[in-house]
């Protein structure tokens, strides 16, 4: 079972709002069924920096952007809200390019936004999922046939935690890149798979996923990711709140140095 950070039991009827950056989301149990509106803001007014701004006995919009409904027949009366990683990759961009000289294997940190899913009683399918922070879609990829659609994120590679400002939408992730070839690794942007990684709760405040090592491996265009078990920090309590999207068998998976580093 996927660990809600909320849990509501609304009576038929009642509509709880979430807010993100640009939007208000309006979720309503109806007997038989659920309704979503979704309204458009002219302007910011959700605080990145605070938790999920939700709100309970709400009426619904007259009109909405959205509409959508869900008919389940049943007199479920839960709404889950989840979070998980993105559903595509992310792109990260150090301030400057970075440097990395043969057989170096320096640490860094970035903050990776969360995605919310809302689940309706006990179902293992989401109705919707959201960020609250917008991310701007990218291409990474050697040209227009080879690559892959991502998310663009703003958040540099730190080698510091305190360099992280305060998100309490995102996840940290530490990150060692290791160069085992003859001549220097050259990072200007990172490609990083956001939907390999577990969503983790630390201390009951802060999000964490667990550790990716990428290594350059010698004299090939080849890179190795490695996914740690658990999260690299120290903690009094940890709780696996969502698995990773994907998975592999093998926790070492090889590939194109060019679908990685940019």
């Given at each position: 079972m996927?660990?809600?950070?909320?849990a509501f039991?609304?009576?038929?009827?009642e509509a709880?709002?979430i807010?993100?950056?640009e939007?208000?989301l309006?979720i309503q149990r109806?007997?038989?069924q659920?309704v979503?509106?979704?309204v458009?803001?002219?302007?910011p007014?959700?605080?990145?920096?605070?938790?999920?701004c939700?709100?309970?006995n709400?009426?619904m919009?007259d009109?909405?952007?959205?509409w959508?409904?869900?008919?389940n027949a049943?007199?479920?009366?839960?709404?889950?809200i989840?979070?998980?990683?993105?559903?595509?990759?992310?792109?990260a961009?150090?301030?400057q390019?970075?440097l990395?000289?043969n057989?170096?294997?320096?640490?860094f940190?970035v903050?990776?936004?969360?995605m919310?899913?809302?689940?309706?009683?006990?179902s293992?399918?989401?109705?919707?999922?959201f960020?609250?922070?917008?991310?701007?879609?990218t291409?990474?990829?050697?040209?227009t046939?080879r690559?892959?659609?991502?998310?663009e994120?703003?958040?540099g590679?730190?080698?510091s935690?305190?360099?992280?400002?305060?998100?309490?939408h995102?996840?940290i992730?530490?990150?060692r890149?290791?160069n085992?070839?003859?001549?220097?690794?050259?990072?200007?942007?990172l490609n990083l798979?956001?939907?390999f990684?577990p969503v983790?709760?630390?201390?009951?405040q802060?999000?964490?996923?667990?550790?990716?090592?990428i290594t350059?491996?010698k004299l090939t265009?080849e890179?190795?990711l490695h996914?740690?078990?658990?999260?690299?920090c120290?903690h009094?309590?940890?709780?696996?709140?969502s698995e990773p999207?994907m998975?592999?068998?093998a926790?070492?998976?090889?590939?194109?140095?060019e679908?990685i580093?940019?």
């Open positions: 996927l660990q809600a950070v909320e039991q609304l009576p038929p009827g709880v709002s807010e993100t950056h939007e208000t309006f109806q007997p038989q659920w979503l509106a979704r458009n803001r002219d302007a007014a959700c605080s990145l920096q605070r938790a999920l939700i709100e309970r709400v009426t919009p009109q909405a952007n959205t959508q409904r869900w008919s049943e007199q479920e009366s839960t709404l889950r989840v979070p998980c990683m993105a559903d595509k990759n992310l792109v961009r150090p301030t390019p970075i990395i000289p057989g170096r294997k320096p640490y940190y903050s990776l936004p969360l919310y899913q809302l689940y309706i009683g006990n293992k399918r989401p109705l919707i999922e960020f609250v922070e917008k991310l701007p879609l291409w990474f990829g050697s040209n046939r690559g892959e659609l991502c998310y994120i703003e958040s590679l730190v080698q935690i305190d360099e992280l400002p305060p998100a309490p995102r996840a992730l530490e990150v890149v290791h085992r070839d003859p001549e220097h690794l050259s990072i200007d942007k798979p956001a939907q990684l983790y709760r630390v201390d009951g802060h999000y964490w996923t667990c550790p990716l090592t350059n491996e265009d890179l190795s996914y740690g078990k658990s999260v690299p120290r009094e309590q940890l709780q696996l709140i999207r998975r592999s068998e926790r070492t998976i090889l590939r194109a140095l679908a580093i940019g």
